[in-house]
Nanobody
Framework: QLQACGGGLVQTGDSLRLSCAAP????????VGWFRQAPGKEREFVAA???????KVSDSVKGRFTISRDGAKNTVFLQMNSLRPEDTAVYFC???????????????????WGQGTLVTVSS
């Protein structure tokens, strides 16, 4: 079971760090991703990281968000800087052992999901 946490209410320009933890999450077999879903919108890919810390970040957050992992804690982080009101959403972490890079943006390709954590950015 993936446990996502770290969301909250912040102002434009602030930073937040989300965490996603689970046993075995940072093993070499697993790719871990972050998605977000705003009210009335589809779930959107944000970032993903796999073994040897190879990562991918969507163009919409590139330069502001960073994904990283702590193998000792089986935790993956999403550092979000320079937050904007349009970043307001429920953020989900996901994991899969066989997903390929070309499928990262497709939520249906991810096998495991966390419960989501709400990020609200006020203007």
């Amino acid at each position: 079971q993936l446990q996502a946490c770290g969301g909250g209410l912040v102002q434009t320009g602030d930073s937040l760090r989300l965490s996603c933890a689970a046993p075995g999450l940072t093993s070499s077999r697993m790719t871990v991703g972050w998605f977000r879903q705003a009210p009335g919108k589809e779930r959107e890919f944000v970032a993903a990281i796999r073994w040897f810390s190879v990562s991918k970040v969507s163009d919409s957050v590139k330069g502001r968000f960073t994904i990283s992992r702590d193998g000792a804690k089986n935790t993956v982080f999403l550092q979000m800087n320079s937050l904007r009101p349009e970043d307001t959403a429920v953020y989900f972490c996901a994991a899969d052992s066989g997903i390929i890079v070309g499928s990262y943006s497709d939520p249906s390709r991810w096998h495991y999901w966390g419960q989501g954590t709400l990020v609200t950015v006020s203007s």
